[in-house]
């Protein structure tokens, strides 16, 4: 039986067509219809989810430049084959681009925003940060967030500039053979705290995102970190 590479879509085998559907505010699913075509599928998905006012709230699909609907990200419940992504290389550090930040464990760099306190919408995985950059900037106009999210400014050839991160007086620069540290995925500042996903978070925007959720601390300070990334692995943490 085929299995769908998008969110909210599946295949009807007793018709032959994908279904697709999604989750509403009370826990309903709700069925769209049926498509011949997996992408049209996958969009119809994405209207619906808007239509409900249900943007940032679930997953929706991410559409390129020519308004196609891309896979979801592989992950517990998406296996894809792995491939060799041994020539994607971290470049300088200091260089970041907004809603950008590096995944050590699958080796590529992920595009993601926040249309709203406390929620982030993952975009994709891509080969290089100016990609993933300019992926951040149309999921942004796509949204209709450009007040409220900042976008990465690009040059008069249509790259992303990146901004330099500030070295805090007195800092000492890394030696050359230490790997650099990674970037927290929402305030995008280094961090060593590392989530059992291995995604990177500080300290400060856990307790936000703790918070955010209603979470409130035990005696030890102890709180129950969901990765925002949505990859469905929490991380219990003390806080100092």
């Given at each position: ?44 998905v ?22 196609k ?6 992950g ?5 084959p ?13 260089v970041?681009?907004?809603?950008v930040?590096?995944?050590a ?18 975009i994709n995985?891509?080969d290089t940060p ?7 900037n ?63 978070m500080?300290e400060?925007c ?21 990765c ?13």
């Amino acid at each position: 039986m085929p299995s769908s590479q998008f969110w909210g879509v599946s295949w009807d085998s007793s018709k032959g067509k994908w279904q697709a559907c999604y989750t509403a505010r009370d826990g309903r699913t709700v069925k769209i219809g049926r498509f011949d075509d997996e992408e049209a599928a996958a969009l119809a998905v994405n209207k619906a989810t808007r239509d409900a006012g249900l943007e940032g709230e679930r997953n929706m699909n991410a559409i390129d430049a020519a308004g196609k609907p891309l896979p979801k990200p592989p992950g517990r419940f998406n296996p894809t084959p792995k491939k060799d992504k041994s020539g994607v290389v971290q470049p300088d550090p200091s260089v970041k681009y907004r809603g950008v930040s590096w995944h050590a464990r699958n080796r590529r760099w992920q595009a993601f925003y926040n249309p709203s306190p406390g929620v982030t919408a993952f975009i994709n995985f891509f080969d290089t940060p100016e990609e993933a950059a300019l992926a951040v900037n149309a999921a942004i106009r796509r949204a209709g967030r450009e007040g409220q999210c900042s976008l990465n400014p690009v040059d008069e050839t249509g790259l992303p500039v990146p901004y330099r991160g500030k070295r805090r007086s007195g800092a000492v620069a890394p030696a050359a053979a230490s790997p650099p540290p990674p970037n927290c995925m929402i305030c995008l500042e280094p961090t060593t705290v590392m989530l059992k996903c291995d995604h990177a978070m500080c300290e400060e925007c856990m307790k936000n995102l703790a918070l955010s959720k209603n979470q409130h601390p035990t005696r030890s300070c102890r709180y129950v970190i969901h990765c925002p990334m949505r990859c469905e692995v929490w991380t219990e943490w003390v806080l100092a």
